[in-house]
């Protein structure tokens, strides 16, 4: 809660300057004072009185403030939770689809610990932990967080990989693949929001996420081959560059269909030999992915 720690931090300043001065205050009219009496260890004792009166206000105040920020933290954890639990509810009722009923105990952990309102605009954080999409500005949408797990459940991302996503958005798929692998590579086409990805993800000291803007179908060929590729808006094909700098016995996601059709959630998979597998997982629907191919 970085805003939180910050007003903490300048109440608790605020505090101690109130406090130095007053002191200061204190000694000047004793110190007139004393010219005139000699007790001097009465005067001691009574600043020392005063001091630690002050001393237990300010402590007071501090564990005040801890509490609410606990409090706070609190708010968004149970609401994490919450979400959990609603990703598993809906990765049992699409187990048609998917092949399972829960998705891998580690991507869970994730989803349950990134912070999905530091990736979503000020108005938008009392709906952050809802398992919906959220808009994000510049058309785009930050993905229902059943389908972020999924996706990322589908790579089967393992600690020493390296992921390329395609379509940074507000960074919070980054945020969730950079929890599980070693490291990620993420492109995304609007400037604006691949600037204030990058700045939210350093924040947050994702030092494994690399941001680039550009655009995307083309991949980022100079970091790949990749173990996995994920792409977070909805592509009419498989672009052929990504297929390429998929490495054997790598896995994408993708989502593919136009903006008025019905999209499909669709696994590449590319064997040790290099021949690729398509597979549809459960219909979805995403932004279209944009640039000039």
């Not at 009496?37 to 564990?63: A, K, P, Q």
Request: charged share 20%; proline share 6%; glycine share 8%.
């Amino acid at each position: 809660m970085p805003e939180i720690e910050k007003l903490n931090r300048y109440i608790i300043q605020g505090i101690s300057g109130v406090y130095d001065a007053y002191l200061e205050i204190k000694i000047t009219s004793y110190a007139r004072w004393t010219t005139s009496v000699t007790c001097c260890d009465s005067t001691r004792e009574y600043l020392l009185l005063y001091r630690n009166r002050f001393v237990l206000l300010i402590f007071g105040l501090f564990v005040l403030l801890i509490g609410l920020s606990v409090q706070a933290q609190d708010k968004y954890t149970s609401a994490r939770q919450t979400m959990v639990h609603a990703i598993e509810a809906d990765a049992h009722f699409t187990s048609f689809f998917i092949n399972k009923t829960a998705l891998e105990p580690k991507v869970m952990e994730a989803m349950g610990k990134v912070p999905r309102h530091e990736f979503v605009p000020r108005k938008e954080r009392h709906n952050a932990y809802e398992n919906r999409p959220l808009p994000i500005g510049h058309g785009q949408t930050i993905s229902q967080p059943y389908i972020v797990a999924l996706m990322t459940d589908l790579l089967k991302p393992e600690r020493q990989q390296k992921v390329l996503e395609v379509g940074t958005g507000s960074g919070y798929q980054a945020a969730i693949l950079a929890e599980l692998v070693d490291e990620v590579f993420t492109i995304e086409i609007i400037k604006p929001l691949g600037n204030q990805a990058r700045q939210h993800l350093q924040q947050l000291n994702y030092d494994n996420v690399n941001v680039r803007v550009g655009d995307g179908y083309y991949g980022w060929e100079e970091h790949g081959p990749f173990d996995g590729i994920v792409v977070t808006a909805a592509a009419s094909h498989i672009p052929p560059p990504l297929i390429q700098q998929l490495k054997p016995g790598g896995r994408m996601v993708i989502p593919v269909g136009s903006r008025f059709m019905i999209q499909q959630l669709v696994l590449v998979e590319k064997d040790a030999a290099g021949k690729v597998t398509t597979r549809q997982i459960l219909p979805v629907r995403f932004v279209p992915l944009t640039g000039k191919h």
